[in-house]
């Protein structure tokens, strides 16, 4: 069964620093374009970051660009969100997606969806 996992959530205070996980099985991160996502309360689900097939291209949304770092692994199969410097307004839940290619920083023609992960940004 193919799938997506993400993991590294939690409770973090204002200007401190998570580390999302995006594991994958049934399929290998390398022959996908990888995208995390975010949805906050009362709000659309929107992009945060897409990493192409391979591996060469990376982009970030404005809000995240110079806090937020998407990185991919192939030796164990995922694809990392490291978050740094993180705001209240980062508060959401974190989604990440398998698809056909990134256009900027959305990835596009999704095939798997992960069930997201909780990140709440407070003091």
């Known amino acids: 069964q193919s799938q997506l996992v993400e993991s590294g959530g939690g409770l973090v205070q204002p200007g401190g620093s998570l580390r999302l996980s995006c594991a994958a099985s049934g399929f290998t991160v390398d022959s996908y374009a990888i995208g995390w996502f975010r949805q906050a309360p009362g709000k659309e689900r929107e992009g945060v970051s897409c990493?192409?097939?391979?591996?060469?291209?990376?982009n970030y949304a404005d809000s995240v660009k110079g806090r937020f770092t998407i990185s991919r692994d192939n030796a164990k199969n995922t694809v990392y969100l490291q978050m740094n410097s993180l705001k209240p307004e980062d508060t959401a839940i974190y989604y990440c997606?398998?698809?056909?290619?990134?256009?900027?920083?959305?990835?596009?023609?999704?095939?798997?969806w992960g069930q997201g992960t909780q990140v709440t940004v407070s003091s």
């Open positions: 990493i192409s097939r391979s591996g060469g291209s990376t």
């Open positions: 997606a398998a698809g056909s290619f990134c256009s900027g920083y959305v990835c596009y023609n999704k095939s798997y």
